[in-house]
């Protein structure tokens, strides 16, 4: 299939962009690598009355060290985050993320502000993002404001984005010394979204899991960071007891649908197996990091 009629807009700055957004009313869509949008478009699931195509905006693609933060713009490419050695040293669990996603050709086009405005449950960046907690800047000619990202996503496909605003940029807590982190999905081929993720990252201090974080996607409408999971499991000697008993913990916290195609009890059963993996890889790291 074909897109539906849509006029174009390719703005050269960002004030220009802002302002046809703006003026072009509530069925306008932003397009920067269009590997989400461009296919939903093709199969008539999104049929915008304008398309205001972001690419111009060189300025919105970067990776900056903030000292405790990652600060990254919206139009930065997802093989960017896989290949940054800043990204790789201060955010590792965005580094292995971004390298998880589709194949070369979408890395080489997909951008951060994409993957996040598109919101699919199963996005691997929505989900580091939710698990630590990162802070989305949005801008409109109205102004600026920044959206925490556990409010952000709403439901599926749907954020707290109004159709005159676009992602500027977002913030990441940079990983501390101690900290390991892993990354970990279960997909039915190398390409496709996943069935489940898990993003881990935990903090080592005698043994004991001095801070946990823990975020699934793919079981609900939203990614979720599971943080009164984690606060229970924190503090703890992190053995082999604990991770049988954390992995058992969050599978019984989450609460897939039945959906006709993927058991609700085989999405659980996933979850565990993933998030035990994922928590031995990242006590592992924070082991070598010690």
Known sequence: MKPAAFSYHRPSSLEEALEQLAHSGENVKVIAGGQSLGPMMNMRLATPSDLVDLNDLTELA?????????????????????????????????A??????????????????????????AAQLALVAVTLGAQI??????????????????????????????????????????????????????????????AITVALQAGRAARLRVGIAGTGPVPVAYDAVARLFSGRVADAGWIDELAQAVRGAVAPEDDGRIPAEFRREITATLVKRAIQSAIGRAEGQA
Request: proline share 5%.
């Open 62 to 94: 970067y990776i900056r060290d903030a000292g405790d933060a990652l600060e990254i713009g919206a139009l930065t490419r997802h093989h960017q985050i896989e290949e940054s050695a800043v990204v790789k040293s201060r955010c590792p669990l965005l």
């Open 96 to 121: 292995q993320a971004a390298q998880t996603i589709g194949h070369y050709a979408i890395r080489q086009r997909g951008t951060l502000g994409g993957s996040l405005a598109h919101a699919d449950p």
């Open 137 to 198: 800047k949005v801008v409109s000619i109205r102004g600026q404001r920044t959206i925490p990202a556990s409010e952000f996503f709403l439901s599926v496909m749907a954020t707290a984005l109004e159709p005159d605003e676009i992602i500027l940029s977002v913030r990441f807590p940079a990983a501390t010394p101690d900290e390991g982190a892993s990354f970990q999905l279960f997909n039915r081929r190398h390409g496709d979204f996943a069935i489940v993720a898990v």
